[in-house]
């Protein structure tokens, strides 16, 4: 993994490429505590705030850049707007720096430990989001737009959880709900 000063380093040049230099300047460090999400970031720091989950990343090293940019951008909205939320302009932006979904995408990948509402439930049709503490065992549809019972048109895209954020004010519901 890349020490903390090797993070700082890719932050600058991340900020370059994808901001124009116009991110805020943010202290980047590791959490050894954090178990249950794989970033924080903390706006009422000065400089603010970007926390890395050394367990999280020994285990998913190439999810880090992805992740330290998703900070950046949450970082740089802020910055420009007060704005801490997953919105239109943050989606844009993500867009931009070439990343594709709000949350860390399970896929086929094993959790790498089960602790408390991890996993966002998540329809895309009409942007209804669920906290699960646990793993769904089968396919779900959104409860919301199939009139009745199942319907996989109206699937349910399962995500997790991998940050934390604190004193947001337009913070999203599910990721509020995240923090314990
Ligand atoms: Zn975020
Ligand atoms: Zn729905």
Redesign the pocket.
């Given at each position: 993994m890349p020490t903390e000063t090797e993070l700082q380093l890719l932050f600058a040049e991340l900020n370059n490429y994808y901001f124009n230099g116009e991110t805020p300047v943010c202290r980047i460090r590791y959490n050894s505590r954090f178990s249950n999400s794989a970033g924080r970031i903390t706006y009422s720091t000065r400089p603010v705030l970007i926390e890395l989950s050394v367990k999280h990343f020994r285990e998913h090293p190439e999810a880090l850049r992805e992740t330290l940019l998703h900070e950046m951008i949450h970082a740089w909205l802020y910055d420009r707007a007060g704005d801490t939320g997953h919105g239109p302009e943050f989606r844009k932006k993500m867009a931009e720096c070439g990343l594709t979904s709000i949350y860390h995408d399970l896929g086929n990948m094993k959790p790498f430990n089960e602790s408390a509402k991890r996993y966002i439930l998540r329809?895309e049709?009409?942007a209804?989001e669920i906290l699960r503490r646990r793993l769904p065992r089968a396919a779900m549809s959104?409860g919301?737009?199939s009139k009745q019972g199942y319907d996989p048109r109206?699937p349910l895209t399962l995500l997790e959880v991998t940050e934390t954020r604190e004193l947001g004010m337009t913070v999203p519901r599910a990721a509020f709900k995240s923090q314990r």
């Open positions: 329809c049709q009409c209804l959104c919301r737009c109206f």
